[in-house]
Nanobody, 122 residues
């Protein structure tokens, strides 16, 4: 199995910055992608950003130019640098990875973190 541990959430004023981190551990054989989703109250979970094993990235339109996703392959860790935060960015942010384990090579699965709260408010 794969475990994901997130950190870095909190309360920040509009226009401020936060950096989320997510470290993957367990019986990892290879990581195909890591990324972040978020879910605001009474809303569906939505993709924020993803980074693939080759380094390509995708962002949802509302965060382009403000958020940057990056990864440290040696640490199996993904980061989300969030700048110019807005109240509408308030949500629980969930880390995910699509990975093969040593027991399921060629059959990747999605794994999720427990979520970290980001609140943007004055």
């Amino acid at each position: 199995q794969v475990q994901l541990v997130e950190s870095g959430g909190g309360l920040v004023q509009p226009g401020g910055s936060l950096r989320l981190s997510c470290a993957a551990s367990g019986s990892i054989f290879s990581i195909n992608a890591m990324g972040w989703y978020r879910q605001a109250p009474e809303k569906e979970r939505e993709l924020v950003a993803v980074i693939r094993s080759g380094g390509s990235t995708n962002y949802r339109d509302s965060v382009k130019g403000r958020f940057t996703i990056s990864k440290d392959n040696a640490k199996n860790t993904v980061y989300l640098q969030m700048n110019s935060l807005k109240p509408e960015d308030t949500a629980v942010y969930y880390c995910y990875t699509n990975a093969d384990t040593v027991y399921s090579r060629g059959y990747p699965s999605n794994y999720w973190g427990q979520g970290t709260q980001v609140t943007v408010s004055s």
